[in-house]
């Protein structure tokens, strides 16, 4: 009898597991893959015509031989640019100047008709979505407690005080453990789980928002549920309607989502599946101060408030509105994602890098953006 009972608290315990997120991390890895996305469920992100197309050069400026960059050893010996990309356990590495594609590469099954997924870079898409919900009022301020619009969070204690900007500069003072990507993380849990809204009213407060910069996930999903509540359709479809259709991307995109069926949410802090073009349109819209073909997307007041340092209030100087923050010298800015994904944008020479990459935790991010600035100041000495 007692060898019976111990069975069945077996059989109940490996149900219980195989029904709960941990059993997806241990089943599918803790940490993220390109093809994550063949797990989870998509909402489609509809393009539509015309499409734009960046232009094709007139000739072969040869970047693949010209440019050489310092190699993943950190030796002193350069490679050329054609070398450092197979080094790199790169996907896809584009160099775009004045809307003329200069260098495009893709590695082994990947090609320019390829979605790749997106990671932490589409937050600054999440991020931008809110500054566009402001300039059709549907949002009042950065500075509204988020509470105003996420009701059900005011018996929270603590989330009445965080407003929509903390959310924006993660200093929300929000509990989560974002960094530490393992099996019991709250970022496994948000990545892996089935139930976004349920995790998302399970959230407490560490600190007061303004105390610190801590850089979190569920800020951004925060914002994604703000977007949903003030546009009444998911946030899928304001990204659609507000950027994919108007910026003419070349296909569809697909945006993961937490589960089938009534109250799924997209996982708005990672995993937008697109073609590497389309994510350099979005750099685009940016670069052109929030215009597009003569249509003010989002305000340009959006764009430099985004882009620039706002260190007050225990933010980091060199991150903003979910925006890294380049060298002063340069005025640079970047979307930054997990594996050494970057949408490098220089204004002042209208250039962008966007590079994509595999599952290699090896690289330290500063060593990415020591190397796009090595090639701005040669892609600076050609004509």
């Known amino acids: 009898m007692k060898s019976k009972i111990n069975f069945l608290l077996l059989v109940i315990i490996m149900v219980a597991i195989s029904s709960c997120d941990v059993f997806n991390t241990m089943r599918f890895g803790a940490l993220p893959g390109q093809n994550d996305f063949s797990h989870f469920p998509q909402r489609k992100i509809e393009n539509q015509s015309p499409v734009f197309k960046f232009i094709k050069p007139d000739k072969d400026y040869k970047l693949g031989q010209v440019i050489g960059l310092t190699n993943k050893s950190l030796n002193p010996t350069n490679v050329a640019l054609d070398t450092f990309v197979k080094l790199h356990n790169t996907i896809s590495f584009l160099i ?34 809110i500054g566009i919900a402001i300039d059709e009022g549907k949002i009042k301020s950065v500075d509204n407690p988020i509470t105003d619009y996420l009701p059900e969070l005011k018996s929270k204690q603590g989330f009445d005080k965080i407003t929509i900007k903390n959310l924006l500069q993660h200093t929300s003072g929000i509990k989560f453990s974002d960094q530490e990507f393992n099996i019991v993380s709250d970022n496994a849990e948000f990545y892996w789980g089935h139930d976004l ?43 659609e309607t507000k950027i994919w259709k108007p910026l003419g991307m070349e296909a569809a995109a697909y945006w993961s989502l937490d589960k089938m069926g009534d109250g799924s949410m997209e996982k708005a802090f990672c995993c937008l599946q697109a073609r590497t073009v389309d994510f350099a349109k979005f750099g685009r819209l940016y670069l052109n101060k929030g215009n597009w073909e003569g249509n003010q997307i989002i305000s340009k007041e959006w764009v430099e408030q985004s882009t620039h340092s706002d260190p007050k209030n225990n933010n980091r100087h060199f991150y903003n509105y979910n925006w890294g923050i380049g060298p002063v010298k340069y005025n640079s800015f970047y979307a930054v994602g997990l594996y050494g994904q970057y949408l490098y944008l220089y204004p002042e020479k209208n250039i962008q890098i966007i590079r994509l990459g595999g599952s290699s935790l090896s690289y330290n991010p500063n060593y990415w953006q020591d190397i796009f600035i090595q090639i701005i100041d040669q892609l600076n000495m050609l004509k």
């Open 96 to 129: 775009i100047r004045n809307d003329t594609i200069l260098y495009e590469k893709y590695a082994g099954k990947y090609a320019d008709t390829s979605l790749i997924s997106s990671f932490s870079m589409v937050k600054p898409m999440v991020s931008t979505l």
């Open 197 to 239: 809204r349920k995790e998302i009213s399970a959230l407490t407060i560490k600190t007061a928002p303004n105390i610190e910069f801590h850089y979190s996930s569920a800020n951004t999903q925060l914002l994604a549920l703000i977007i949903e509540r003030v546009t009444y359709n998911p946030v899928s479809n304001y990204l």
